[in-house]
């Protein structure tokens, strides 16, 4: 499939000095990752409310841990795909190129992209919620059942790092992430529905400040009207070939120069 990008879209990125990618389950759909909301989308079979909220933890910890272990271990399974290694390919072509993600699969840096704004956590790591002492995935999954904290005297509840209905974001996430979305020239938002809030006003807000917002999703989503340009495909296919374009680019410009 050839993928056509507008001249428009093409000039913004030549003359870029901050480009922005703003993530969701879309961009890891293609490592095989389910997304929330799709048809055999995580909330089709559980219902969030159940699961990813601290009341529910506190109430039934074995059951939420049981799903975070086997999600960790999906997770721990899959590999990057095209879409997250052209993000990381980016970086060496702008002066600036951020990512911010909602995602918690920590594809992102295992393709190669080293900034990156974690704003709903990462489920390779976990915590105690008494002491704050960090454990690896490796020590949660060898215990059978709610994993407890091993500190001297603590032995309170261990928890995934992420962020659960109902909870604030990380605050510095959130701000080097609004940072970013203002200072873009040109900002991608990739394979998010755009309705789980704050993140969702991330978008709406670069536009604001000057960015030229672009669209990469194969369905239309409440972002669609107010974007420069939609490109209805999957990141997998179009964030390699703007790569290439990309590229190609540069490579003339500096010949022509
Ligand atoms: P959703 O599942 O809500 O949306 C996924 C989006 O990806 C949809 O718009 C799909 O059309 C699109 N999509 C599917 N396949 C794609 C592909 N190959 N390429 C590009 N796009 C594709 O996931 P999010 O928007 O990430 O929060 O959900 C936001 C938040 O809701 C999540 O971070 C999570 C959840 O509650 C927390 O866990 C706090
Ligand atoms: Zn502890």
Not at 41 to 69: C, R, S
Not at 139 to 152: D, E, F, I, N, Y
Not at 212 to 239: K, R
Request: with cysteine.
């Amino acid at each position: 499939m050839s993928i056509v990008f507008s001249d428009k879209l093409l000039g913004r990125l030549a003359e870029a000095q901050t480009v922005v990618a703003f993530t969701g389950a879309g961009v890891s759909a293609e490592s095989g990752v389910p997304t929330f909301r799709g048809n055999d989308g995580i909330w089709a079979k559980f219902k969030p409310a159940e699961l990813a909220n601290i009341n529910a933890f506190m109430k039934n910890p074995e059951l939420v841990w049981e799903w975070y272990k086997q999600r960790k271990q999906i997770i721990a399974s899959v590999q990057p795909n095209p879409g997250h290694y052209a993000l990381a390919g980016m970086e060496s072509l702008f002066p600036e190129c951020e990512v911010i993600t909602q995602n918690i699969d920590n594809l992102h840096r295992r393709a190669g992209s080293t900034k990156v704004h974690e704003l709903h956590g990462n489920i390779e790591r976990n915590y105690c919620m008494k002491c704050g002492a960090q454990y690896s995935n490796e020590h949660v999954l060898s215990v059978v059942g709610a994993p407890r904290c091993t500190q001297a005297k603590c032995g309170g509840q261990i928890r995934p790092d992420v962020v659960w209905f109902g909870e604030l974001l990380p605050e510095n996430e959130w701000k080097n992430a609004m940072r970013a979305a203002e200072r873009a020239d040109v900002f991608l938002s990739i394979g998010t529905s755009g309705v789980v809030h704050p993140a969702a006003s991330i978008p709406p807000a670069a536009k604001q400040s000057g960015a030229f917002l672009v669209e990469i999703n194969p369905e239309e989503t409440p972002l669609t009207n107010s974007v420069d340009e939609f490109i209805q495909a999957p990141s997998g296919e179009v964030l390699p070939a703007l790569l290439e374009q990309i590229q190609l680019m540069k490579l003339t410009k500096n010949k022509v120069h």
